[in-house]
């Protein structure tokens, strides 16, 4: 069995500061106490180790340490604490810094037996992927805070809403907000003291959808729904979600389609994380709690996921915890996000040049594109000692007006000759390079 070795980083030894209790760094209730500023040297020192080895006492909770199994050397073994005084927060105060029901555990597992493991299912994800850095961009969003509120489930789904939605549209710099605010206190029925339900939130996001954060500003406290006057118009919806408890599906998933919300158990011990690879180490278990699937390391065992205690917890907001830890893999909601249809564009033309022109209604199809199956009439209109001839490209026919179905892009052009010259272009078709 692995031992446990606690290194503290003293600041003689490794020349940093200590911290305060985390009532001397702000609030004390809920999750203000959760996003304190612990910082811990991460170079494991051996006459530090000597020293806490030498001197129990001088494990303080004011004093980062190192927390490590086995041997003694961090590296992807171990974990840094924070060194942050959870003597200060209660267990009720810790709880407000989660907030998915102790239900969601048990309907998840029976969710797993159900759907088994697909042996038959061929795999080809990449043996890393982190959506902070994806062909050099960063497809996440800002790290933020849920506050002394039991709200993780709005920050878990929004989370993977928002990298999805930018992932979808292809644009890194969306950075869109929507609003955990809405989510919680509109979409369900939820307190900050009872916690919520991520496939309830999934659903709302479905039917109703998510407005942006300055049209419902979050605030860390029970309130009633108050939405601006337009929100409806302001939603971002999902088309819907899956659920996934193979560990493999979930990792192409993830690398395929971009983040994802999934539950984990927190226990005393993971307050007080600063960097590595988590493993539950000491402490009791707190409860559950909601957070965003980032990326994974196949190479080290780990998942790379966004928490929302605000950007001073852990590695700025984010951690990395072992495959397996904590049931974080056992059950992930997946979102689908709407895929917008295709606009098509239809280019006209004329021959010669001056000869006519053409008239379509309506005209988005040329500047701005359509839908598919959009319908046009098309008429030709010649100028002044010029008639119309016949048509080319995507239609045929002698007559001036006809009609089109936009179901791709297209390309016409209509035919013209001056009036009595007697030329015949009936069945000239025009080359159209599309």
Same mark, same amino acid.
Not at 59 to 83: C, L
Not at 118 to 132: F, K, V
Not at 159 to 177: H, M, T
Not at 237 to 249: K, N, P, Q, Y
């Given at each position: 069995?692995?031992?446990?070795?606690?290194?503290?980083?003293?600041?003689?030894?490794?020349?940093?500061?200590?911290?305060?209790?985390?009532?001397?760094?702000?609030?004390? +209730? *809920?999750?203000?106490?959760?996003?304190?500023?612990?910082?811990?040297?991460?170079?494991?020192? %051996?006459?530090?180790?000597?020293?806490?080895?030498?001197? =129990?006492?001088?494990?303080?909770?004011?004093?980062?340490?190192?927390?490590?199994?086995?041997? *003694?050397?961090?590296?992807?073994?171990?974990?840094?604490?924070?060194?942050?005084?959870?003597?200060?927060?209660?267990?009720?105060?810790?709880?407000?810094?989660?907030?998915?029901?102790?239900?969601?555990?048990?309907?998840?597992?029976?969710? %797993?037996?159900?759907?088994?493991?697909?042996?038959? %299912?061929?795999? !080809?994800?990449?043996?890393?992927?982190?959506?902070?850095?994806?062909?050099?961009?960063?497809?996440?969003?800002?790290?933020?805070?849920? *506050?002394?509120?039991?709200?993780?489930?709005?920050?878990?789904?929004?989370?993977?809403?928002?990298?999805?939605?930018?992932?979808?549209?292809?644009?890194?710099?969306?950075?869109?907000?929507?609003?955990?605010?809405?989510?919680?206190?509109?979409?369900?029925?939820?307190?900050?003291?009872? #916690?919520?339900?991520?496939?309830?939130?999934?659903?709302?996001?479905?039917?109703?959808?998510?407005?942006?954060?300055?049209?419902? =500003?979050?605030?860390?406290?029970?309130?009633?729904?108050?939405?601006?006057?337009?929100?409806?118009?302001?939603?971002?919806?999902?088309?819907?979600?899956? #659920?996934?408890?193979?560990?493999?599906?979930?990792?192409?998933? +993830?690398?395929?389609? *971009?983040?994802?919300?999934?539950?984990?158990?927190?226990?005393?011990?993971?307050?007080?994380?600063?960097?590595?690879?988590?493993?539950?180490?000491?402490?009791?278990?707190?409860?559950?709690?909601?957070?965003? +699937?980032?990326?994974?390391? !196949?190479?080290?065992?780990?998942?790379?996921?966004?928490?929302?205690?605000?950007?001073?917890?852990?590695?700025? #907001?984010?951690?990395?915890?072992?495959?397996?830890?904590?049931?974080?893999?056992?059950?992930?909601? @997946?979102?689908?996000?709407?895929?917008?249809?295709?606009?098509?564009?239809?280019?006209?033309?004329?021959? =010669?040049?001056?000869?006519?022109?053409?008239?379509?209604?309506?005209?988005?199809?040329?500047?701005?594109?359509?839908?598919?199956?959009?319908?046009?009439?098309?008429?030709?209109?010649?100028?002044?000692?010029?008639?119309?001839?016949?048509?080319?490209?995507?239609?045929?026919?002698?007559?001036?007006?006809? =009609?089109?179905?936009? !179901?791709?892009?297209? %390309? @016409?052009?209509?035919?013209?000759?001056?009036?009595?010259?007697?030329?015949?272009?009936?069945?000239?078709?025009? +080359?159209?390079?599309?």
């Amino acid at each position: 069995m692995a031992t446990l070795v606690v290194a503290v980083s003293l600041a003689t030894v490794v020349g940093i500061a200590t911290l305060g209790p985390a009532s001397a760094q702000g609030d004390a +209730l *809920g999750c203000s106490a959760c996003e304190g500023n612990g910082v811990a040297e991460s170079t494991f020192v %051996a006459e530090t180790l000597e020293a806490a080895l030498a001197y =129990p006492a001088a494990m303080s909770p004011t004093v980062p340490y190192i927390i490590a199994m086995g041997g *003694g050397e961090m590296g992807s073994e171990g974990w840094i604490s924070g060194g942050m005084s959870l003597s200060d927060l209660g267990s009720m105060e810790q709880e407000y810094c989660l907030g998915v029901p102790m239900e969601v555990e048990a309907w998840e597992e029976e969710q %797993a037996e159900l759907q088994g493991v697909s042996l038959s %299912a061929s795999y !080809d994800y990449p043996s890393r992927i982190d959506w902070r850095d994806v062909g050099g961009q960063d497809w996440t969003t800002p790290v933020r805070s849920q *506050g002394g509120c039991g709200s993780c489930v709005a920050f878990g789904t929004t989370a993977a809403i928002e990298s999805r939605l930018e992932i979808a549209l292809g644009d890194p710099e969306l950075n869109p907000n929507l609003s955990e605010g809405h989510l919680f206190f509109c979409g369900s029925s939820a307190t900050c003291q009872t #916690g919520w339900w991520p496939s309830a939130a999934m659903d709302f996001a479905r039917d109703t959808g998510v407005v942006d954060e300055s049209c419902y =500003p979050y605030t860390a406290q029970t309130q009633a729904c108050s939405v601006c006057p337009d929100w409806q118009s302001r939603t971002t919806r999902i088309e819907g979600w899956v #659920g996934l408890t193979d560990r493999a599906a979930m990792k192409q998933t +993830l690398a395929d389609q *971009g983040p994802f919300e999934v539950v984990m158990v927190v226990y005393t011990d993971f307050f007080s994380y600063a960097g590595g690879v988590y493993r539950h180490m000491t402490g009791e278990r707190v409860g559950a709690h909601a957070v965003t +699937l980032v990326g994974y390391d !196949d190479e080290e065992g780990y998942w790379i996921a966004k928490n929302s205690w605000g950007q001073g917890w852990g590695e700025n #907001g984010w951690f990395r915890i072992a495959y397996g830890e904590c049931v974080i893999d056992n059950y992930a909601y @997946v979102p689908i996000m709407e895929q917008a249809d295709p606009l098509y564009h239809l280019q006209t033309s004329v021959t =010669p040049n001056g000869g006519g022109m053409i008239v379509l209604e309506p005209t988005a199809c040329v500047v701005d594109g359509c839908e598919s199956g959009t319908e046009l009439v098309l008429t030709a209109v010649p100028e002044a000692g010029y008639e119309f001839i016949s048509w080319g490209g995507d239609v045929y026919g002698d007559t001036e007006s006809v =009609p089109i179905v936009i !179901d791709s892009d297209k %390309a @016409v052009t209509a035919n013209f000759a001056e009036a009595g010259d007697g030329s015949d272009l009936r069945f000239f078709v025009p +080359l159209v390079i599309r």
